[in-house]
């Protein structure tokens, strides 16, 4: 099986080697080292990872965020690079299952925040793994948008989604549908048809879960 998570993981290490710790990234607010962080915590913070997602637990997560952000970026990125076997998302058994996505987000967040970037050419087999993470992600993120929404990524398939209503279609590669349905439409390359209106307000909408 081929380990897209670990492929991506290394190619965001890379970059933001390259790039250092203040380079913006799509998450606003965020540079690389609050991005280093952020994907530390999650791996290697349990009691601190949930407030990624519960907002009861965000202030304690935030905190934590912050203070492994202080750390020397190097050791940062290079803990990045290699998670510990022990973690929950990241050990043999649930690397590609937990982090093919995650890594595949974030290493765009990092790559689309610069000037000129283009759209990178995946192979089928990774576009097809990401349609199927983006046709989940899609129906859980537009379950309750008030439009009748298809969402299409052409030779993998189609899914409709949404709460009903004024009828939408997206239409882009996989890997664009993800970065769509997780919050970042204004950088997804994807093709929206419908009315105007409920267009826009899918455009502008806070997406992701």
């Known amino acids: 099986m081929p380990r897209y998570a670990r492929a991506e993981r290394e190619a965001l290490a890379d970059l933001m080697l390259e790039l250092g710790p ?5 998450n606003d607010g965020w540079t690389t080292r609050d991005l280093a962080a952020h994907l530390l915590v999650r791996e290697r913070r349990p009691d601190a990872a949930g407030g990624i997602l ?24 290079a803990r990045v690079r290699r998670p510990p076997l022990w973690s929950p998302v990241s050990n043999p058994l649930t690397d590609e299952l937990a982090n093919g996505l995650e890594f595949f987000i974030h290493h765009e967040d990092v790559r689309r925040a610069r000037p000129g970037w283009l759209p990178r050419d995946l192979p089928a087999r990774q576009q097809a793994a990401l349609w199927k ?21 052409p030779g993998y398939g189609e899914r409709a989604v949404g709460r009903g209503g004024e009828r939408l279609r997206v239409v882009g590669a996989p890997g664009e549908l993800v970065l769509f349905v997780s919050g970042r439409q204004r950088v997804a390359r994807v093709q929206v048809d419908g009315p105007a209106e409920p267009a826009e307000r899918l455009r502008a909408a806070s997406l992701g879960l």
């Open 22 to 26: 203040d380079a913006p990234t799509v």
């Open 54 to 77: 519960l907002p009861p637990l965000r202030g304690h997560g935030e905190a934590v965020r912050r203070r492994v952000a202080a750390g020397p970026y190097a050791d940062l990125v």
């Open 133 to 153: 993470r983006a046709a989940v992600l899609a129906r859980l993120a537009l379950r309750r948008f008030p439009a009748d929404l298809l969402i299409q990524a």
